[in-house]
């Protein structure tokens, strides 16, 4: 399966006071170690932003088309300039994600769903996951409404939940503030 991969990097990042992507884990930024994930898999890479501080990556950046409207505007983003049907699309908040995850999400994935995520009991992870450039005027609709929730979307559309066991969700753990980064390292520890 072709597969192109968007990373959103967007974001007000309130809770992080920076840019998320960019916040140092284990001596390099979160998005490092995302790609580096991500590269034995592909190298078809677009980083879903305006920021000229992801310039020194040398991927393509691609600024959102319609602006604060969260994780779905950059899903939109995405699906829109895709050259593929599927596309992995993952937050830049994810530092733990393995290239394991990312190919068993990839070969779980059935042609039917329009949608694949990862869940465990506790927590679904929508923001990494393989969406279809099919549901890109579905996305629009919902933007359009004001109904940005991930979860909502993800009811509406023909989807794929790959269950994880609870352990796992360590791995698709996001990184929202100072104090999660904090307790991540000393999980880590």
Do not use: W
Request: proline share 4%.
């Amino acid at each position: 399966m072709k597969i192109s991969v968007f990373i959103l990097c967007g974001g007000k990042s309130t809770r992080m006071q920076s840019e998320k992507g960019l916040v140092l884990f284990q001596g390099k930024p979160f998005i490092e170690h995302i790609i580096q994930a991500i590269l034995p898999i592909t190298d078809r890479i677009k980083l879903i932003t305006s920021s000229k501080e992801y310039d020194y990556l040398g991927y393509e950046k691609i600024p959102d088309l319609i602006a604060d409207k969260g994780p779905l505007g950059g899903i939109y983003t995405a699906l829109s300039h895709s050259e593929t049907k599927f596309n992995l699309i993952l937050s830049c908040d994810i530092p733990l994600i393995s290239t394991e995850l990312l190919q068993e999400l990839i070969s779980k994935h059935t042609k039917e769903a329009e949608i694949t995520v990862f869940a465990s009991e506790s927590k679904t992870h929508p923001l990494i996951g393989i969406y279809s450039k099919n549901i890109v005027a579905a996305i629009k609709e919902a933007i359009d409404s004001n109904e940005l929730k991930m979860m909502d979307l993800l009811a509406k559309l023909p989807h794929q939940i790959i269950n994880i066991e609870e352990s796992e969700n360590f791995h698709l753990t996001n990184i929202n503030s100072a104090d999660e980064l904090n307790d991540l390292n000393i999980n880590l520890t």
